[in-house]
């Protein structure tokens, strides 16, 4: 009885003591929400507050009417004591943002000004965050080291500049400090780290983007932090990363962020595989090529490892190093891009299947593309764009959304070898953000289920042969920002749907083949458009309202091969934002309106050639941003060259083709003070005249000048020779008279020089030549030149075009002709790129050469061409052997000399010959039956010279007019003349042997008259001595014949 009577007293206490618990915890809870924030610190927030600038008005809570600083923004206070203990002041993420507006939003809501000491008053504060702000540069402040409750401190990206306070190593209790200045950035060096040392209980550090370069023992120091679990020091500049370090205390790390620094001893360390805690290592371009001797790059050891990204190390491409990735089942992103790979490795990563990002982007991976990717089925980032994959596309596709839980969302394979189409499946991706599968070989439709994936943000499909009219389901995308589907054989017209992509802010459809009317009505919800590309296309805008405004502000526009004229588009007028525009070939035949000049202030870059616009160019260039490009070529302006398009900052100027007349003073001589920036600039095909003014001494940036076919006279001056960036210069069809200035002859700059057609005199000067000029291209046909050709020119070892035709030089073809790499074939030849800085453009050689017979011209395949034309000379003597070494030339014109001899036997040699004109020397001999070689051969014409015999036999030769042929003594096709029995070609000397010398004896002859005489005259005159019956009778016969003819007489 008394036992239970102990039993049920406990029994009662204890619920006593569990419901006064209970009633005590609620009574506490009740009263911490009427806790009001330490007066004290309040007033200390209020401080801080006042000294901030708080653009968008983050901190309107913090005011003297709301008492309670613990229900302030970013304010969180001890529930007992009331003590502020943190403060949430971070500002909006670094980015990047997709718009400027979300940029400007995005500053908007940064804090600015000065920390205010004022913090030192909150005794118990532990977590401050100021990270993402822009305090404008003032330094990291000390009295941040006097707080010393401080756990976590957050600075990261918040523009402090200057050094870190070494005071910051009093903060005993910090477990996170977070100081990241950027990335991509070593701005402020950093002397020391050893203020760090007594931060005993760190547990992440984050120093990216500070100067550690001078701290070459940091790895010693940051191994003092057993409790360390997160160490990032992206973009510090550290040079040195150890091979060996004896004894690791840093067991714990979980996260190891070397990123972005340059180690000069490009070792990858063997002590990081002993880091076995790590469950992320990043170290992306840190330019590792080796492994440190007798180490393994174990990285099976590492089997806690989830992130893995090592881009821009092409240690990873060994095979020792690779074949470890596979064992990393845990593995969810690996990075891989730019480890210039080319060994196959996609099959082997088919059982990783907890990948959720692999990117093996710019590398050389020659390898077909797998099937055994549809086992990666949790992937939601697959980047392999520019490598060497071939396979069809297809197949992975088909199978890829036969996943019961695909998660793709973003599929990257751009710049391959890729072919086939794309399947009506893709519809089934449902997460897809990002589509690129641009730069391959695709070939097909773009299907209507392409309109189903409601995410899809990114749609690039450029740079293949993908067919078909633009599917009216891509206005479905309703997400869509960006579509680039240029570069394709698209048809059609543009769907109406289109108008339905309300957040599209790129569109690139350029050469395709799209026709038809494109009206207001396409572009009526297209608010956030920003780029419009649709140049080379057949497609035509006339806006059925007269005054439309379109509802986007562009900056850039490009659709020349538009038809929007003939007026002049009034609705650009309210495009003020325009950085590019392109309305070139847009069939305008109006006057350039006022408005045009003073609409916009930023155009970098300014087409509107191949129209027929008119009028005088009166105005200024003010509208035009510094290092722009403007094209008014192919116009109908008129009226003197003006003097405001001399801004000394524009890049590039192409005025040809047009009516301007006048000097060219005004333009060049102005301000000549003033340096130029101009790199091109494109005066040719108009009335320009007077002499070419001597004023380029600040024209040094100048790389391609060309003023052909005007009327300027005089000579040229030598400091155009002088311009140390020239690289083309074109002076052709002028007046110009004179001799060759010895500055442009030796210029070793100039790649193409082309003064043909004019008036020239003298001799080719090349005295003081020291060494090979750069000169590709050098034409001086159609002037007044006389003197022997100078051997110095046989030192243009790069020289692909040589024409010197229709002049009066003399003397025999040297020899030297083997120093020609190009047109031997010793050297292959590239575009000659003349101008490539300006990101819009790129300007190659361009030159009007004569070949088979009539002038052309040539530009983007002017590299190809390799011509060498000596025609319309006086050039005497033997064509000499060594010619024939130029087996790269394609045109050879030796036409109109004085050549004699032979035609070189192994002239078959130019292999790659297409047109070869001897015609109107004085050659002898046959035609060398080598020639058949030539099987490029597709112009020929060796008319009158004195070559004889048999025309060789070849599909080519007996395809050639006849005319090519006359006026020599040969015979067989395509001549009538046929050949006699005795006439053949001497396969041996190549040669044709006939009746070759009609004044040597041909003793066989004589020989057989005289036999046949001796054996016909005793034939008839031996039986007559030899039997007298035999003598009657054939006297008797001639007694008979002479009276018969005597009586008819």
Known sequence: MHHCKHILMKSLIFWFLTFSALYLRCVSSENLNSVLCIKSERDALLQFKAD?????????????????????????????????????????????????????????????????????????????????????????????????????????????????????????????????????????????????????????????GYDLSSERDWLQVMNRFPSLLELRLSSCSLSQLPRHLNTINLTSLSILDLSFNSFDTSFMPGWIFNLTSLVSLDLTNCLLHKLVPGVVADFQKLTSLRVLHVSGNDVMNHSSVLKGIP??????????????????????????????????????????????????????????????????????????????????????????????????????????????????????????????????????????????????????????KRLDLSHNQLTGSLPNSFGNLRNLTFFSVYNNMLNGSVT?????????????????????????????????????????????????????????????????????????????????????????SHNRIQGKLTRDLGFLAPNALLDLSDNYFEGPLPASFNRPDIDFVDLSTNHLSGSLDRFLCTKVQESRLLKVLNLANNNLSGVIPDCWVNWDSLAVLN???????????????????????????????????????????????????????????????????????????SNKLEGEFPNELCRLTSIQILDLASNNISGSIPKCFHNFSIMSGKQSSSPIILYDEFVQTQVLGSASLVTK?????????????????????????????????LEGLRYLNLSRNQLTGRIPENIGDMRLLESLDLSSNMLQGGIPSSISNLTFLNWLNVSYNSLIGRIPTSTQMQSFSASSFVGNKLCGAPLQEVCGKDTHVDKTKGEVNSDDDENEVDWVLIISLVIGFFVGFWLVVGPLAVRKAWRITYFRILDKVWETCHAKC
């Not at 977070?178 to 040392?197: A, E, T």
């Not at 392999?384 to 695909?406: A, M, P, V």
């Open 853 to 885: 017979g009539r002038e052309s011209s040539y530009s983007s395949i002017l590299y190809l061409v390799t011509t060498l034309d000596l025609s319309g000379n006086r050039f005497s003597g033997h064509i000499p052997n060594e010619l024939m070494d």
């Open 707 to 781: 003023i052909e076919n005007n009327r300027l006279s005089g000579g040229i001056p030598e400091s155009v020779g002088e311009l140390s960036s020239l690289r083309s210069l074109n002076m052709r069809r002028n007046n110009l008279a004179g001799k060759l200035p010895l500055s442009v002859m030796s210029s070793k700059s100039l790649l193409i020089v082309d003064l043909a057609d004019n008036k020239l005199t003298g001799v080719i000067v090349t005295r003081n030549w020291r060494r090979p000029t750069s000169l590709k291209l050098l034409s001086l046909r």
């Open 52 to 208: 901030l600038i708080d653009g968008a008005g983050r901190l309107s809570s913090w005011s003297g009417y709301n008492k309670d600083c613990c229900k302030w923004a970013g304010v969180v206070c001890n529930n007992i004591t009331g003590h502020v203990q943190e403060l949430h002041l971070g500002g909006p993420n670094d980015g990047p943002y997709d718009t400027d507006a979300e940029s400007e939003e995005a500053s908007k809501q940064m804090f600015g000004g000065d920390l205010n000491p004022s913090l030192m008053s909150l005794k118990q504060l532990s977590y401050l965050d100021l990270s993402c702000n822009d305090f404008g540069g003032i330094p990291i402040p000390s009295f941040l080291a006097s707080i010393q409750s401080l756990r976590y401190l957050n600075l990261s990206m918040s523009q402090f500049d200057g050094q870190i306070p070494h005071q910051l190593g009093n903060l005993t209790m910090l477990r996170v400090l977070d100081l990241r200045y950027g990335v991509w950035q070593s701005v402020f060096p950093v002397k020391n780290l050893h203020w760090l040392s007594s931060l005993n209980m760190l547990q992440r550090l984050d120093l990216s």
């Open 327 to 480: 064992s990393l089942r845990n593995l969810v992103s690996l990075d891989l891009s730019t480890c210039y790979l080319t060994k196959p490795i996609l099959n082997d990563l088919r059982n990783m299947s907890s990948l959720v990002s692999l990117d093996l982007s710019n590398n050389k991976i020659n390898e077909t593309l797998p099937t055994s990717l549809v086992n990666l089925c949790n992937l939601r980032y697959v980047e392999l764009q520019s490598n060497h994959l071939s396979g069809s596309i297809s197949e992975l596709l088909e199978n890829l959304c036969e996943c019961k839980t695909s998660k793709l969302e973003s599929i990257g394979f751009w710049g391959n070898y890729l072919v086939g189409y794309l399947p009506e499946k893709l519809g089934r991706l449902q997460n897809l953000i990002n589509f690129d599968l641009g730069f391959n070989f695709l070939t097909g439709e773009i299907p209507e289920s392409i309109g189903t994936l409601p995410n899809l943000e990114t749609l690039v499909l450029n740079e293949n042969s993908i067919s078909g009219a633009i599917p009216d389901s891509i206005g479905q995308l309703s997400a869509l």
């Open 520 to 608: 207001t009505h396409h572009f009526t919800n297209l608010t956030s458009l920003d780029t419009l590309r649709a140049e080379n296309n057949k497609l035509t805008l006339h806006p059925s309202v007269e005054n439309w405004v379109p509802p986007f502000q562009l900056t850039v526009l490009r659709i020349g091969s538009w038809d929007i004229g003939p007026r002049f588009p009034s609705w650009l007028k309210f495009q003020g934002n325009l950085t590019e525009l392109d309305i070139s070939n847009a069939n305008i035949s109006d006057t350039m309106p006022d408005w045009f000049w003073t609409t916009f202030s930023g155009i970098g870059f300014l087409n509107m």
